[in-house]
């Protein structure tokens, strides 16, 4: 499975951006895809999942309410519509995939088995 993401930028505090991970290979196994981030000098931290059994979701504290994710099974993409952004949200964000299925919402890294290469949001004042 390779991930890729798309749909960083910069923009305003308060604006919106829509981030995009396209999956190809054996997408039909991936029963969790999620978001990651990592602030400058921070460790990489859980953003958002999305369970394809039931398009259930979870969020970190820090972006609930703000922030959705989504996935379009057709196109084999998951995205994260991201809101009323802070520049605490500036980062480099990842998206994520595992074929492992798990009870609980998978929110540590060690949890999942694909990543994209990351795409930088940078918030501004």
């Known amino acids: 499975v390779q991930l890729h993401a798309c749909g960083g930028g910069l923009v305003q505090a308060w604006g919106s951006l829509r981030l995009s991970c396209a999956a190809s290979?054996?997408?039909?196994?991936?029963?969790?895809m999620g978001w990651f981030r990592q602030a400058p000098g921070k460790e990489r931290e859980f953003v958002a999942v999305f369970r394809s059994s039931g398009g259930s979701t979870t969020y970190a504290d820090a972006v609930k309410g703000r922030f959705t994710i989504s996935r379009d099974n057709a196109k084999n993409t998951v995205y994260l519509q991201m809101n009323t952004l802070k520049p605490e949200d500036t980062a480099v964000y990842y998206c994520?995939?595992?074929?492992?299925?798990?009870?609980?919402?998978?929110?540590?890294?060690?949890?999942?088995?694909?990543w994209g290469q990351g795409t930088l949001v940078t918030v501004s004042s």
């Open positions: 994520s995939a595992t074929s492992r299925n798990y009870y609980y919402y998978p929110i540590r890294e060690n949890a999942y088995d694909y």
């Open positions: 290979g054996r997408t039909f196994s991936l029963p969790f």
